[in-house]
């Protein structure tokens, strides 16, 4: 079966600090990667999503950059943490495919920048 | 562009009582349309879905009908538990973009 990790569970940085969260799925080939970002009062917004190795689409300008380095890895990273990067950040994947709409979402990653 | 828009939170009811969550959506062509619910601590997981005018998802004791006419697809159920405290997101699917996600409305269930 497919399964999904994403970690850290929580983590609290300091701005200007450096970030990288990293999500990988097991038990399939060729996923659709996916960052979501859920902060307060703003919903679900999409970041980033992947339909392969080294390809990144961006659906915001940001502070935040992801890449893919394995077909089953995807990892969002920063250079310099700002506050308004706190928030809940959720991974998820779909079946190869464009027009997929199942999404399994990893737990998520609760981000505090202090 | 594609766009969700669903009720404002926090919802709060009591054990029993009937939920309606509204969802109304704005999209090019004819959208597929879900609800994602959220429990706490965990990711989103599929609730239910429905992919042509007048479909009904269900799943759970809750359901929701795709209303082309209105461009809506409210999410109901006709007695809610306290275990149903969780965040409902309404999405939408158009075209070959990714999922378009609402803003999410919280319901909490007092026993």
């Known amino acids: 079966s497919q399964t999904i990790h994403q970690w850290p569970a929580t983590l609290v940085q300091p701005v200007g600090s450096p970030l990288s969260l990293e999500c990988t799925v097991e038990g399939t080939s060729n996923p659709n990667l996916y960052w979501y970002r859920q902060a307060a009062g703003r919903g679900l917004q999409l970041l980033f999503y992947s339909v392969g190795i080294g390809q990144i689409s961006s659906e915001v300008p940001q502070n935040l950059s992801a890449s893919r380095p394995q077909d089953r890895q995807f990892i969002l990273s920063s250079k310099k943490l700002l506050l308004s990067d706190s928030g809940f950040y959720l991974c998820a994947w779909s079946v190869e495919g464009r027009r997929n709409e199942k999404l399994f979402f990893g737990s998520g990653t609760q981000l505090s920048v202090l | 562009g594609d766009s969700v828009t669903q009720m404002e939170g926090p919802v709060t009811l009591s054990e029993e009582a009937f939920l309606t969550i509204n969802c109304t959506y704005t999209?090019?062509?004819?959208?597929?349309l879900f609800w994602y619910v959220q429990y706490p601590g965990e990711g989103l997981q599929l609730l239910l879905k429905a992919t042509k005018a007048d479909d009904k998802g269900s799943n759970k004791g809750f359901e929701a009908t795709y209303r082309k006419e209105t461009t809506s697809f409210h999410l109901e159920k006709g007695s809610v538990q306290v275990s149903d405290s969780a965040v409902y997101f309404c999405?939408?699917?158009?075209?070959?973009?990714?999922?378009?996600f609402g803003k999410g409305t919280r319901l909490s269930v007092i026993a």
């Open positions: 999209a090019t062509g004819y959208p597929s």
């Open positions: 999405a939408l699917l158009s075209g070959n973009t990714p999922l378009v």
